[in-house]
């Protein structure tokens, strides 16, 4: 009897782990494709005078290429939010895409992807050790993000940090406007730091380098600026990444046959060198003053 109870919770919960979404919201397949076209569609707006105009003509033409009202597109993307896990994978999918088909027309690899493949060691290291995703709503706490990382031995006075990912906004209306911050704080209590504003899709960074202080942690976060609103407003920050850059060192490497010229040519300068000690009596030309001459 004991067995049957665990069996049937087992199956319980099994079920509610795998619970169907909703009829009325789309499938990760129409989801995909329906926020491929969006994002496309965004980016075709931005090449224009009027962005902003054509950003809605845009979107409402994928809604009816899909054959969707705006409260169908509303519904499934609010469902989607809080199904976040579902959604990063349709995004990971989607940016597989847009880097596929931009490859095939000549594009070179981003630099989120050289930043994102970098170790956490090196002169130039990656030790961003948070996670690989974040969706921001306006919508409660959701709305920002922050990370602090302590700093390890290999931290150097006057090192580089750079704080990089990509932002996707997924806004049917309002305006898209974030911030993202990265600031240091050292030993003696005080913050050094830097800002950047982010108002569309693509990659953003924010750098600073720091000061021969000691430092104590670097930290930094996003948030998204929105005003509360029935229809979700989300903003992804994907493929995140805190680079450290340490200070390079010039040396200057003289190479034996450049010693021997600057000696010799040190030598012949000195041969020719009058002796300081020795005044030198021999008289200066005079020269007739040059009369001034008033432009008329």
Not at 122 to 148: C, K, P
Not at 188 to 197: E, L, P
Request: charged residues 25%.
């Amino acid at each position: 009897m004991f067995r049957l109870g665990l069996l049937i919770l087992a199956l319980f919960l099994a079920t509610s782990c795998h619970r169907k979404q909703p009829k009325d919201i789309l499938s990760e397949s129409d989801m995909q494709s329906l926020l491929y076209d969006y994002h496309i569609s965004k980016a075709m707006a931005s090449q224009t005078d009027s962005a902003e105009y054509y950003k809605r003509y845009y979107f409402l033409q994928v809604l009816k290429q899909h054959h969707l009202t705006e409260d169908q597109f509303n519904k499934s993307l609010l469902w989607y939010n809080q199904h976040t896990a579902t959604l990063y994978k349709i995004y990971e999918r989607i940016n597989k895409r847009i880097l596929r088909e931009s490859m095939t027309l000549g594009a070179v690899a981003s630099e989120s992807h050289y930043y994102n493949s970098l170790t956490a060691s090196g002169d130039t290291a990656n030790i961003w050790n948070g996670s690989s995703y974040y969706i921001l709503s306006q919508i409660g706490v959701n709305n920002r993000f922050s990370f602090r990382i302590e700093p390890d031995s290999t931290a150097q006075p006057h090192d580089t940090y750079l704080f990089h990912f990509i932002s996707k906004f997924v806004f049917s209306d309002g305006q898209r406007d974030a911030v993202a911050e990265l600031y240091v704080t050292y030993d003696d209590g005080s913050v050094q730091n830097a800002s950047i504003r982010i108002y569309g899709d693509g990659p953003y960074q924010c750098e600073l380098r720091t000061s021969e202080k000691k430092l104590t942690a670097v930290s930094g976060f996003v948030y998204l600026k929105s005003e509360y609103s029935e229809k979700p407003r989300l903003l992804f920050i994907t493929r995140p990444a805190l680079i450290r850059f340490h200070e390079k060192v010039q040396e200057v490497k003289e190479s034996p046959d450049t010693k021997m010229h600057v000696d010799t040519l040190r030598r012949n300068t000195d041969s020719i060198m009058p002796d300081p000690t020795v005044m030198d009596h021999r008289p200066v030309p005079r020269t007739k003053p040059v009369p001034f001459r008033k432009h008329r």
